[in-house]
């Protein structure tokens, strides 16, 4: 049997990652011309505006992690900048950030993804079965789900102070799907068959994506192809096979 590999660079994020270092190059330089650069301009909390931003940007500012980024960032620069004590209110805002973006997640967008895709296709929406989709919402928990679906279509699983497993060893799809992750202070492990491709496309900001498969992906079949999207923050998404 073949072993397929796949590529997981993405141009545009070596595009914006360049357009970053450049910047953070360029500063240094006038700095050391004698140009007053104030310094919270190379914070961490600044980059962490920078980088939600850009994640913003790629998603068209859907979804919250991107926006949970700039208002820890721009809570700590604010801080910085007036030389304000905000020590007592670090957790407030914390929470504060995660209970909107909670509130202010839009249902999954798998459905949108294959709604549009029927629209291309037959021009009409095709109906979705529930049980086909994944909509995992973990907040100070967590959960052990086994799917099945022959006709399995992505979703979105979020992991907040807690953790979760997918177990997709039995489910099938075809083509290409999307699952989007958010694992922040928590951690997501997903089990997949080892005839999937598994292209990551997950930010990970003091936290990790990690690829612990231990057999290549290999099928004679049709190529199925699993993205995964999100941000890792504090946590991490482990995917394994057997």
């Given at each position: 049997?073949?072993?397929?590999?796949?590529?997981?660079?993405?141009?545009?994020?070596?595009?914006?990652?360049?357009?970053?270092?450049?910047?953070?190059?360029?500063?240094?330089?006038?700095?050391?011309f004698g140009i007053d650069i104030p310094h919270w301009i190379l914070s961490w909390h600044m980059l962490l505006i920078v980088i939600g931003l850009f994640i913003g940007a790629k998603r068209n500012?859907?979804?919250?992690?991107?926006?949970?980024?700039?208002?820890?960032?721009?809570?700590?620069?604010?801080?910085?900048?007036?030389?304000?004590?905000?020590?007592?209110?670090?957790?407030?805002?914390?929470?504060?950030?995660?209970?909107?973006?909670?509130?202010?997640?839009?249902?999954?967008?798998?459905?949108?993804?294959?709604?549009?895709?029927?629209?291309?296709?037959?021009?009409?929406?095709?109906?979705?079965?529930?049980?086909?989709?994944?909509?995992?919402?973990?907040?100070?928990?967590?959960?052990?789900?086994?799917?099945?679906?022959?006709?399995?279509?992505?979703?979105?699983?979020?992991?907040?102070?807690?953790?979760?497993?997918?177990?997709?060893?039995?489910?099938?799809?075809?083509?290409?799907?999307?699952?989007?992750?958010?694992?922040?202070?928590?951690?997501?492990?997903?089990?997949?068959?080892?005839?999937?491709?598994?292209?990551?496309e997950v930010v990970a900001i003091f936290g990790g994506m990690d690829d612990k498969r231990a057999v290549a992906p290999f099928g004679d079949g049709p190529r199925k192809i699993l993205v995964i999207?999100?941000?890792?923050?504090?946590?991490?998404?482990?995917?394994?096979?057997?």
């Amino acid at each position: 049997m073949e072993a397929k590999n796949i590529n997981t660079g993405n141009p545009n994020n070596r595009i914006w990652s360049g357009l970053i270092l450049l910047g953070i190059g360029i500063i240094f330089f006038l700095k050391n011309f004698g140009i007053d650069i104030p310094h919270w301009i190379l914070s961490w909390h600044m980059l962490l505006i920078v980088i939600g931003l850009f994640i913003g940007a790629k998603r068209n500012f859907r979804g919250g992690g991107w926006l949970i980024l700039v208002l820890i960032g721009a809570y700590f620069t604010i801080e910085d900048m007036g030389d304000f004590d905000f020590s007592r209110y670090y957790f407030a805002v914390i929470f504060i950030a995660l209970g909107l973006y909670l509130i202010l997640k839009p249902k999954s967008k798998a459905f949108d993804r294959w709604n549009k895709k029927s629209l291309e296709e037959t021009g009409a929406p095709t109906s979705i079965d529930k049980n086909d989709i994944i909509d995992s919402v973990n907040v100070f928990g967590g959960a052990h789900q086994k799917f099945y679906s022959k006709n399995f279509k992505g979703g979105d699983v979020v992991a907040i102070f807690g953790g979760c497993e997918l177990n997709l060893s039995q489910a099938d799809f075809q083509d290409t799907i999307t699952l989007d992750v958010v694992a922040i202070f928590g951690g997501v492990k997903i089990i997949v068959p080892p005839t999937w491709e598994v292209k990551s496309e997950v930010v990970a900001i003091f936290g990790g994506m990690d690829d612990k498969r231990a057999v290549a992906p290999f099928g004679d079949g049709p190529r199925k192809i699993l993205v995964i999207k999100g941000l890792a923050m504090f946590g991490g998404v482990d995917i394994k096979n057997y």
